[in-house]
Nanobody
């Protein structure tokens, strides 16, 4: 059974930092690209970052570029999102998501890949 479990969310002041983790199990983690997706209040889900299966390449949405860093530890089956310089507009539920396609291909727009499994989501609130 595939499981994705996020942790590390919470309340932070503007300008602060948080690090999200996603513990993966039930599949060969190192064989799939992974993404972080968020849903802000009243908005649809948007992919904010994707990382190659081996961590060799990354892609970020413009709104988080330069502030967020996606990474992975394939030995620990864990995906990370380091979030710095947080803004109120980063308030959202954050999900880790497993890309549907198997393998190390990096094609098209990595922010629009299809996903077949999602974590339960974790709340991040940026507010003073």
């Amino acid at each position: 059974e595939v499981q994705l479990v996020e942790s590390g969310g919470g309340l932070v002041q503007p300008g602060g930092s948080l690090r999200l983790s996603c513990a993966a199990s039930g599949f060969t983690f190192s064989a799939y690209a992974m993404s972080w997706v968020r849903r802000a209040p009243g908005k649809g889900r948007e992919c904010i970052s994707t990382i190659h299966s081996a961590g060799a390449r990354t892609k970020y949405r413009d709104s988080v570029k330069g502030r967020f860093t996606i990474s992975r530890d394939n030995a620990k089956n864990t995906l990370y999102l380091q979030m710095n310089s947080l803004r109120p507009e980063d308030t959202a539920v954050y999900y880790c998501a497993k890309v549907r396609q198997y393998g190390s291909a990096w094609f098209g727009d990595p922010l629009t890949y299809e996903y077949d499994y999602w974590g339960q989501g974790i709340q991040v609130t940026v507010s003073s």
